[in-house]
Structure formats: structure tokens, C-alpha cells
T-cell receptor, first 115, second 109 residues
């Protein structure tokens, strides 16, 4: 009964080689988020989708892109990974945006290694 | 700027009680969350406070004081499986979630 699923759990890529991380959810939530988290640091929001509306954080590098083809799936594309992009990438969902009671539910994360 | 402060690391003994503090400075406030994160895993939701006072959930309780910009997470009857990082996060006026870096809790037998 997994609710937010991320694949793969571990991803190794080479410097500059494009990589795609995937996230799917069975909660039918309207909002999906992508976070980057480095060791012992707070999760950093990269962007979120409210339904099909894409919202990019101002400081998210252009190297990071996202797609949400339907309610259930969301992808994170890193066009040219650098060594500094090695991190845990967390996908989260919530039922609505802009409500203080709204809880974000996280997937297990994908740990990205850049060689 | 917006900021969440919490201790980097705490150590406690199995069976004891520990309180993890969090202070926040945000542009407006729409509630505060506590999440638990085991090493290498995703955060899992523990609690949400928006009104002043104490919310109790089994062994875990969370307290909020809006006037002081302060919250704490209280863990009772500590178990070894409680060894994890505990993340405090607050919604600002735009419902942007501001995260702390987490408090790593080490439980010793």
C-alpha cells in the first residue's frame, strides 16, 4: 500500500550525463513537490506542481526541469549533472496548496551519485 | 530572512524523556510541522500545530507558542528506534514551507 513511490532508490550517473528521476503517487493528491536534500541539511524545495500548474523556485538552477504528464506521475530531469548535484531527491505530495493543515507526504527518496 | 533554528544533535538514554526545541522567524505563520527522518530515508509526518498549546500523540507531544516563535517536540519512554533526525518546518504567510536542518537524536542504551 505504498503511497508515494520513487524510482530508482539509488541512481549513479556520470558528470554531464542527463538523468531522470521518477515519482508516482496513489493518493490522488493535487500537489507534487521535488526537494533536494544534502547530508545534514534541510530539504530544499526545487519546484512544485499544483495540478498542471508548474511553480519554479527562484533559486532553482535551469539545469533542473520537471514534467507532470498526469496526476499520478512526476519526473525530475537533471540535464547536465554536476558533482554538486549529488544529493537525496525527495518527492512529496499534498492534497491542496495554500492550506495550513495540509500535510506533505514523502516518498522514500532517490539518492543520486555523480561520478 | 526566514529561518528555523534547532539544535544540531542531542543524546539521550533509552527509556528517558527528551525535548527538542525549535525557534522560527517567518514572514507570517500558518502552522508548524514536525517530521522524523531516519538516516537515508524520507521524512515522515509526526505532528502539526497552529494554535498555542500542547498536542499529544502517544509517546510524542508537540508544543507551540506563537508569541515566542517557539515549538518543541517531546519524546517520552525513548526507544532505540527513535534514533533519527527530527525536522521542524513552518508555513509562512504564502504557505511556503520553511525547513530547519534537523536535530539528530542519538539514543544510548
Amino acid at each position: 500500500d505504498a503511497m508515494v513511490i520513487q524510482n530508482p532508490r539509488y541512481q549513479v550517473t556520470q558528470f554531464g550525463k542527463p538523468v531522470t528521476l521518477s515519482c508516482s503517487q496513489t493518493l490522488n493528491h493535487n500537489v507534487m513537490y521535488w526537494y533536494q536534500q544534502k547530508s545534514s541539511q534541510a530539504p530544499k524545495l526545487l519546484f512544485h506542481y499544483y495540478d498542471k500548474d508548474f511553480n519554479n523556485e527562484a533559486d532553482t538552477p535551469d539545469n533542473f526541469q520537471s514534467r507532470r504528464p498526469n496526476t499520478s506521475f512526476c519526473f525530475l530531469d537533471i540535464r547536465s549533472p554536476g558533482l554538486g548535484d549529488a544529493a537525496m531527491y525527495l518527492c512529496a505530495t499534498s492534497s491542496k496548496y495554500g492550506s495550513g493543515t495540509d500535510t506533505q507526504y514523502f516518498g522514500p527518496g532517490t539518492r543520486l551519485t555523480v561520478l | 530572512g526566514q529561518n528555523i533554528d534547532q539544535p544540531t544533535e542531542m543524546t539521550a538514554t533509552e527509556g528517558a524523556i527528551v525535548q527538542i526545541n525549535c525557534t522560527y522567524q517567518t514572514s507570517g505563520f500558518n502552522g508548524l510541522f514536525w517530521y522524523q527522518q531516519h538516516a537515508g530515508e524520507a521524512p515522515t509526518f509526526l505532528s502539526y500545530n497552529v494554535l498555542d498549546g500542547l498536542e499529544e500523540k502517544g509517546r510524542f507531544s508537540s508544543f507551540l507558542s506563537r508569541s515566542k516563535g517557539y515549538s518543541y517536540l517531546l519524546l517520552k519512554e525513548l526507544q532505540m528506534k527513535d534514533s533519527a533526525s527530527y525536522l521542524c518546518a513552518a508555513y509562512d504567510s504564502n504557505y511556503q514551507l520553511i525547513w530547519g536542518a534537523g536535530t539528530k537524536l542519538i539514543i544510548k542504551p
